[in-house]
Nanobody, 122 residues
Framework: QVQLVESGGGLVQAGDSLRLSCTAS???????MGWFREAPGKEREFVGA????????SYAEPAKGRFTISRDNAKNTVYLQMSNLKPEDTAVYYC????????????????WGQGTQVSVSS
């Protein structure tokens, strides 16, 4: 496993942008990394994921066209750039290390960060 630390969350207004970061305690080049979110009373849901070399990404439908995942392996950091945020994007956002490549289910991840809160006001 690896330690992951998310940062960059905050309170924003609808239509604003925000960039989240996820920094690993050691290299994750050989692993796909994913972003998930968990809203109050709901299960953790997939947002998107990126391959180890950054060449491939996959997004859940709510994220398509608004969110972009990228990574800088030299900094052991994965990013989630979010634009045109909506109130329904309000959630705690988590990054995870995948053991199954680009994968959309929680059980494919062996390490998680503590999460960062994103709140979007209307």
């Amino acid at each position: 496993q690896v330690q992951l630390v998310e940062s960059g969350g905050g309170l924003v207004q609808a239509g604003d942008s925000l960039r989240l970061s996820c920094t690993a305690s050691r290299g994750t080049t050989w692993y796909a990394m994913g972003w998930f979110r968990e809203a109050p009373g709901k299960e953790r849901e997939f947002v998107g994921a990126i391959s180890g070399n950054g060449d491939y990404t996959s997004y859940a439908e709510p994220a398509k066209g608004r969110f972009t995942i990228s990574r800088d392996n030299a900094k052991n950091t994965v990013y989630l750039q979010m634009s045109n945020l909506k109130p329904e994007d309000t959630a705690v956002y988590y990054c995870g290390r995948s053991t199954r490549g680009i994968y959309s289910a929680v059980d494919g991840y062996d390490s998680w960060g503590q999460g960062t809160q994103v709140s979007v006001s209307s």
